[in-house]
């Protein structure tokens, strides 16, 4: 899964636009919010069907008539939890926000149901194993179908809501850059405005200028545009406050973006203090809480414990493959940094040929251009010492699958930054001190979003925002994200 556009137009500007895209913003919303509810009512209908059929195939019998009469209602009760938690439409969640809302909902859903039954005392009739069949099948199914009819709205140009951006400056360009690329958050930049008097004409990342807050109101109240969302984090706190002040009287949604992105994230523990009538802000990186450290552990061991069992056959043709191609050894250890600089050997099948390193050297030094590339990326995009079942291992990631065995070890996770070379010490500069500090992982957040195309500084950038981001629903959501890359084979060399 991506977070990228995925053929759904920013602005409309030529007249074949999408059919989503001529509705107004009522009536696009009203169809918007009425295909997610519907696929909802369905899919949970469906799949209660499916765990009748299942116990008649199990030779269960049919299930009881309290089972029967209790699907409707607690349909409704799950698809009620998830309107009051946002999920409809749910324009500006991210994937792992929305993740987690939906699990919320479907054990709220589950709790609301089995205590019903027991103020009813209609536990002995209500099977227990369609209820758990049918929250199991949910949980997995309604994110998947959630994901993929919001890929077919943005499409059809119905998933976006208008919202203007005030700020024209740095902070605000770059999340005109944000909004437009991650079209996943469904809000689509329509204006630029600025609390400068003098207009400025022309584009801002591609969307116009149209002058002041003033302006802005205006616009608010003849297009329905209810979301204003602030990128002056230099501005004073006195003009800031007449600002907002100022856009609650049109805005029904006002979002500041503060100058907090090198100390915390969305899912960074941001706590409100009140300090007696002084606001303050307290941030708390969850991945280094010992406890979390604990949890990811368990689910790390479990997960790879029954995931290598299945993938074992798959592990001995691969090895076979690779020493029927080349001969020599079938793995390939190097030494890699892991938590707390500790160095490790990470396993991986073996792609290139015996004498790799010796060539490397060889073709840097004979070379200006590939050394250049390495420099930046560190591997090479065409790398001639690659054997041809190495190339296919590594276009599928495939390479990698032996470090199960690390995991298993405790010296890698299957999710986390990625696991750095000693050389790399002192390129990796001051995020080292952050990086260190947890399990380096088998996938990560480069590795589904830049991939090979990210540079150097980029990845690193990116698993230092892992560390202050963690949160076991962005491992879920990175683990989801990998399988997608993996299948696609996108951007892998």
Not at 149 to 168: E, F, I, S
Request: glycine share 6%.
């Amino acid at each position: 899964m991506t977070d990228e556009a995925v053929a759904a137009p920013a602005y409309n500007k030529s007249a074949s636009m999408p059919v989503g895209s001529r509705l107004r913003s009522r009536q696009r919303w009203l169809v918007v919010v009425a295909s997610l509810v519907l696929s909802d009512v369905l899919i949970a209908l469906a799949i209660w069907h499916a765990t009748f059929v299942l116990r008649n195939t199990l030779g269960l019998g049919p299930p009881s008539v309290a089972t029967m009469v209790s699907a409707v209602p607690n349909t409704i009760a799950w698809v009620g939890l998830r309107a009051a938690l946002g999920l409809y439409p749910g324009y500006g969640l991210g994937y792992v926000e929305e993740l987690r809302r939906q699990t919320f909902a479907l054990l709220a859903a589950l709790a609301i149901t089995t205590v019903f039954a027991f103020a009813s005392e209609v536990t002995d009739t209500l099977s227990r194993l369609s209820l758990f069949a049918w929250a199991l099948s949910l949980l997995l199914v309604a994110p998947v179908a959630r994901y993929w009819l919001k890929r077919t709205m943005m499409r059809m140009g119905l998933w976006h809501k208008p919202v203007v951006v005030v700020g024209a400056q740095e902070a605000g360009q770059r999340v005109l850059e944000l909004l437009q690329r991650v079209r996943y958050l469904g809000l689509q930049p329509v204006g630029v405005y600025d609390n400068r008097v003098a207009p400025v004409s022309g584009e801002i990342e591609g969307v116009p200028y149209r002058g002041t807050l003033t302006d802005a109101m205006v616009l608010a109240q003849k297009a329905q545009v209810d979301t204003a969302i602030f990128a002056m984090p230099n501005m004073p706190r006195e003009h800031l406050a007449e600002f907002m002040a100022l856009a609650s009287r049109r805005f029904r949604h006002v979002v500041i973006i503060p100058d907090l992105g090198s100390f915390a994230n969305a899912n960074s523990a941001v706590v409100a203090k009140d300090f007696a009538g002084t606001f303050g802000v307290e941030i708390r990186y969850s991945l280094l809480d010992p406890w979390a450290q604990r949890l990811k552990r368990v689910i790390d061991v479990g997960a790879t414990a029954v995931g290598g069992a299945l993938v074992l056959p798959l592990i001995l043709v691969l090895s076979l493959l690779v020493w029927v191609e080349s001969g020599g050894p079938i793995f390939y250890k190097d030494h890699r940094m892991g938590r707390a600089g500790v160095l490790f050997s990470c396993i991986k099948f073996r792609t290139m040929v015996p004498d790799a390193e010796t060539m490397l050297q060889r073709m840097l030094t004979e070379d200006e251009e590939m050394s250049e590339e390495y420099l930046k990326y560190h591997k090479l995009r065409n790398d001639p010492r690659i054997t041809r079942v190495g190339r296919f291992l590594r276009k599928t990631s495939l390479d990698e699958l032996p470090q199960i065995w690390n995991v298993l070890r405790g010296e890698m996770s299957l999710v986390g930054p990625r696991p750095y070379l000693p050389r790399e010490y002192e390129q990796i500069g001051a995020a080292y001190d952050e990086i260190r500090r947890v399990t380096p992982g088998m996938t990560g957040p480069w590795q589904v979003t830049g991939r090979n195309h990210a540079s150097f500084s980029e990845r690193v950038r990116m698993d230092a925002y892992y560390v202050r981001d963690w949160s076991l629903w962005l491992d879920l959501v990175l683990l989801a994200r990998t399988v997608g890359v993996v299948l696609s084979r996108r951007d892998a060399y």
